[in-house]
């Protein structure tokens, strides 16, 4: 219970910093984002040695999958980043995993955010009998032609075309500020949550 209480009382510490930037930039935020920063690498190591590096040197040691030394060499390249006379080599890690990144993402995203969206916005313009929804399919269908042709530089945009570019983007605004929206949202719903952790946790006003 004591050693509980003492997790309480740093973490409170550390949110109260970082909430002083509010005021200003201050020597107690820079710590608590040290801290933060400090943690998070920390754990992004213990993390990589426990998925991937334990499991390679025990597939080599004990399987006897030598197979797998080459990708352990290749993922140990990128230390000799440290020492100038061979960083160069670091670049071969990179490369892979640039390559290999963009792969796995191109494969994987071009469903969800291509065809999948395309899709999307295949809607009936009639409903019958549900006219809330047909309008909504209307507008939908319009704002993604209207936000295209937005982009459509082969031309000059006038007329028919000047309007229609217009009109998409206005739809974009109107997106983009619900993005926004939404970020703003998601941050209020975090600071919410530290500071019933304060309220509650910490300083016990909350039941």
Do not use: C
């Not at 075309?161 to 217009?166: A, D, E, P, Q």
């Not at 619900?178 to 910490?202: C, E, H, P, W, Y």
């Amino acid at each position: 219970m004591q050693m509980q209480r003492v997790d309480i009382w740093i973490a409170a510490l550390l949110t109260l910093a970082m909430f002083s930037f509010l005021y200003k930039e201050n020597p107690f935020y820079r710590v608590a984002e040290h801290v933060f920063v400090g943690v998070a690498a920390g754990h992004g190591v213990i993390v990589a040695v426990d998925s991937y590096l334990r499991p390679t040197v025990k597939s080599v040691v004990k399987d006897d999958q030598y197979i797998y030394i080459i990708p352990l060499v290749i993922g140990l390249l990128i230390y000799t980043r440290y020492v100038k006379s061979v960083a160069w080599l670091s670049r071969i890690t990179i490369a892979f995993l640039v390559g290999i990144g963009a792969g796995i993402a191109l494969t994987r995203q071009i469903k969800p955010f291509f065809l999948d969206q395309i899709a999307a916005t295949i809607k009936p313009v009639w409903v019958a009998g549900k006219l809330g929804v047909s309008l909504n399919n209307i507008v939908l269908i319009t704002g993604v032609v209207a936000t295209l042709i937005y982009f459509f530089f082969t031309t000059s945009q006038k007329g028919v075309l000047k309007v229609t570019s217009t009109y998409g983007r206005w739809i974009m605004m109107i997106a983009f500020g619900a993005a926004f929206g939404n970020t703003v949202m998601s941050r209020i719903s975090l600071f919410l949550g530290r500071a019933q952790f304060l309220m509650k946790d910490f300083l016990g006003v909350l039941h």
